[in-house]
């Protein structure tokens, strides 16, 4: 009879032989390259439709769009730390993290946590929907691995502090940092970058709570 443990072990392979095979045949037929390519030297317009963004590539700079440059070093450290610790370590991809998810869902019985990378993310808004499945989160870590070698990280910072939303309307660190504290983005605090990176996992919920002085 096979222990509870050793089934454990055996679907956790199995849930990683599926993923891998995913990959490999993601790998050929779902990478926008064409796409990724074109972001090398342009931008992403985020629109609000019925209170949803939509994110569209264009060759003009957007309103609001600032340069890596010209995000406080802070900032970019803060949000890096709080979203993605390995962000300049890993290949577009935790996997270290994406194993202790699918270990921790095993352990729990519930669906493996995000465990997405800030280039992830990117991949997500840009390429995939929002609609969590197996197959969209493989399509998503193939996309990311390639974005990672055909963008510079500099470059993946950039656009995600750029459309990352960190409130109801307010997309881009600079719009932030003007709507929070009337200022931009390069003039930002460590105080003022810590608040910044706080919104992310729910930036309508502590937005609020910052707007009603409760924090």
């Known amino acids: 009879m096979v222990s509870p443990k050793k089934k454990k072990i055996l679907l956790f392979s199995l849930i ?8 490999v045949l993601f ?16 931008y992403v317009q985020v629109v609000v439709v019925d209170g949803k ?34 962000f300049y370590e890993h290949e577009g ?13 095993i352990k729990d019985g519930k669906k493996p946590r995000g465990a997405s990378t800030i280039t992830q993310q990117l991949a997500k808004n840009l390429f995939l929907s929002p609609e969590y499945s197996f197959v969209r989160k493989a399509r998503e870590a193939v996309i990311a691995h390639t974005m990672d070698r055909k963008l510079s990280k500099d470059k993946i910072l950039e656009v995600y502090l750029n459309i990352v939303e960190f409130g109801p309307g307010i997309y881009g660190i600079d719009a932030a940092a003007r709507h929070y504290f009337g200022k931009t983005a390069a003039e930002l605090s460590a105080k003022e970058a810590a608040f910044l990176a706080m919104l992310l996992p729910s930036p309508t919920r502590y937005a609020q709570s910052f707007k009603d002085k409760e924090l």
């Open 16 to 23: 990683l032989d599926a993923i891998i095979v995913a990959l």
């Open 27 to 42: 790998y050929f037929f779902a990478i926008p390259h064409g796409k990724i390519d074109e972001l090398k030297d342009g």
């Open 53 to 86: 963004a939509q994110y569209s590539q264009v060759k003009a700079k957007p309103k609001n769009w600032v340069g890596i440059k010209k995000i406080s070093k802070i900032a970019q450290q803060a949000i890096v730390i709080s979203e993605d610790w390995a």
């Open 93 to 105: 991809v935790d996997w270290a993290q994406v194993q202790k998810s699918i270990e921790d869902s």
